[in-house]
């Protein structure tokens, strides 16, 4: 069995993370619950760090809080001097209400509406990455009616998309993201931006895919984009500081995966940086990546109770736990794979094989398919493993089930981060409805 971080099985068989018996985190907040190791975000976050440290390079590590947005994880981002990616109103307020230093947040998205960039504004952000042409207008009427300068990159799609080991390369890309570096749109918003008034390009952001187990195609991105940058030099002088390469460090889910050490990805990028830049004669931009599951992914175990359980004779057992696609949408979504262990007995012979099903009213409602266990009974603590990453933060209340709370573990500590939903806040937003009558 693979341990993350921290996590060990102690003397009571029992599955401990960050100092603290997962058994008893049960006991104590319910099930589900969302456990972080934040000792393991701290190693990922100044691992990332050190590496650009030690190749004495200018960047920056922003946290891609989609991964896991909340206050305490915005505060621990921040006393480990990260950046913060945020790509809605919502983060970007939960990243002001932790009180996460404004001019080290950088603001995605495909769609911002006018609000979000004038809170952008009105906040006096680090850093928008620009994803349109609409988004340009936009910020050019804010910027000149404020009179405000504000620092952008322009995201692109350089035609490489990647994932785990396989990468494709396209002269196009048919992404909703972004300028394509390949077809004249980089160099239409280039020409729309870099002499603008207010608007300060920094240069140009790309984030390639997920899961990525090898350096090669984060090379080959930042090859064409420093080539784009390179030549607008030559062209006009302009002289663009920063080559953002986005996230996309893979992480080990099962034994299937096979992820770098953060050092080996980010020595590989600066390895290319420094040549690219110095076979186009330009100077050696700052390098800022975004990674967001590498950071949070393994850090993060869900706990679940054990309840009903069926076999399908010849078939399948199917063990059901009080959590599901509500809390973890990916194994529905994307037939994402997961590890588990069962806490309560750790060291148990792993004689029987489970399909763990959710309790939403979805055939499709399975976490893990034929997870490997000890006989189970109603009652028992079924530990996911690394749900840290797009888990809570894409649950929903579907079936009105209340999302699930959240703690934070660390040197034998833990603590409520999080506060599970209650049946009243699941009503909080609805109003009755009385059908009006004319007179
Ligand atoms: C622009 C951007 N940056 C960073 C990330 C984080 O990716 P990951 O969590 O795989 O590191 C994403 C994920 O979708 C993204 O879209």
Request: proline share 3%.
């Amino acid at each position: 069995m693979h341990l993350y971080g921290t996590q060990k099985i102690n003397a009571q068989g029992h599955l401990e993370i960050g100092g603290t018996d997962a058994v008893e985190l049960a006991k104590t907040y319910g099930t589900p619950l969302f456990v972080y190791d934040i000792a393991l975000f701290r190693e990922r976050a100044q691992a990332f760090q050190k590496t650009f440290e030690e190749a004495g390079i200018g960047y920056q590590v922003a946290y891609a809080s989609k991964a896991f947005s909340s206050i305490a994880i915005y505060q621990v981002a921040a006393e480990e001097n990260l950046s913060l990616d945020v790509v809605s109103g919502g983060e970007l307020y939960t990243a002001l209400k932790a009180g996460f230093p404004k001019e080290k947040i950088h603001f995605h998205g495909n769609n911002k509406s006018l609000e979000e960039l004038e809170m952008a504004f009105e906040e006096g952000i680090g850093c928008i990455v620009v994803d349109n042409f609409h988004e340009i207008g936009q910020l050019k009427k804010i910027s000149k009616d404020r009179k405000q300068p504000m620092n952008i990159l322009l995201r692109v799609t350089p035609g490489i998309e990647a994932h785990t080991h396989d990468y494709i390369t396209t002269g196009q890309e048919d992404s909703k993201f972004g300028f394509d570096l390949n077809n004249g749109q980089a160099d239409d918003a280039f020409g729309q931006t870099h002499e603008h008034k207010y608007l300060k390009l920094l240069g140009l952001h790309c984030h390639i895919g997920s899961q990525i187990f090898d350096t090669a195609a984060f090379r080959m991105a930042a090859e064409k984009l420093i080539g784009k940058m390179s030549a607008w030099h030559g062209e006009t002088g302009y002289l663009c500081p920063v080559l953002n390469l986005g996230g996309g460090f893979g992480i080990r889910y099962t034994a299937e995966d096979e992820p770098l050490e953060p050092s080996v990805y980010v020595k590989g990028m600066i390895e290319t940086v420094k040549e690219t830049a110095a076979a186009a004669v330009f100077p050696l931009p700052e390098i800022w990546i975004e990674p967001g599951r590498s950071l949070v992914g393994d850090a993060g175990t869900t706990l679940y109770t054990v309840g009903s359980m069926k076999e399908v004779p010849g078939t399948r057992k199917y063990a059901a736990v009080d959590g599901g696609m509500s809390d973890n949408i990916r194994p529905a979504l994307y037939g994402a794979k997961y590890s588990s262990l069962v806490a309560n007995k750790a060291e148990a012979a792993l004689t029987e094989h489970y399909t763990i099903a959710g309790k939403c009213c979805e055939s499709g409602d399975k976490l893990i398919e034929d997870a490997e266990l000890p006989p189970l009974e109603a009652g028992d603590i079924l530990s996911v493993f690394c749900t840290g990453a797009y888990g809570y933060s894409m649950a929903s209340n579907y079936n009105r089930l209340a999302r699930p709370a959240v703690v934070f573990v660390e040197d034998g500590g833990h603590q409520l981060v999080v506060k599970r939903e209650t049946l009243e806040d699941l009503i909080g937003q609805d109003m009755s409805y009385r059908k009006q009558v004319k007179s």
